[in-house]
């Protein structure tokens, strides 16, 4: 027997001993181009809800164990919301556009539109105007706070 063949018969038992073996496998989250299509919206995960005077609907892909980091889909009618001084933005949010747009008005007055086929990243404390006529979005947001304790 080779030293390499011994040292790796005694790391399996050592990872039997700890019983290692049972461990839980961590896999990649796939969204299909199917349900990147739409479909996502359609599953039982789906969460439909009336924000912001129009209907949204959240398709939850991943949330960390620790519940800061999320990603998903979102999709959403026409809104116009105002993100106020305090607290500002509440999350740190990257976004890339499937459909649709959006416009953001920063708080010194500059503003930018994002269409479909394009992205951008809120910083968490960001204040302005967003508004839409509707957009499809994937999202992906970082919330420190939202760390379970």
Do not use: C, N
Not at 16 to 23: D, E, I, M
């Amino acid at each position: 027997m080779t030293a390499s063949y011994i040292r790796g018969a005694l790391v399996v038992a050592a990872m039997v001993l700890a019983g290692a073996t049972h461990a839980e496998v961590i896999k990649p989250i796939k969204s299909t181009r199917t349900e990147i299509g739409g479909a996502i919206f359609k599953g039982p995960d789906a969460k439909k809800a009336k924000e912001h005077g129009t209907t949204t609907i959240d398709a939850i892909t991943h949330t960390s164990t620790d519940g800061a980091f999320q990603t998903g889909m979102y999709k959403s009618g026409a809104m116009r919301e105002e993100i106020a001084a305090a607290p500002g933005y509440p999350v740190e949010e990257f976004l890339y556009f499937l459909s649709g747009s959006v416009k953001l008005t920063s708080s010194d007055g500059s503003s930018m539109v994002v269409h479909a086929g394009e992205s951008v990243t809120i910083p968490k404390g960001w204040t302005g105007v967003f508004e839409t006529k509707g957009y499809t979005k994937i999202y992906v947001v970082y919330d420190p706070s939202a760390i379970k304790k």
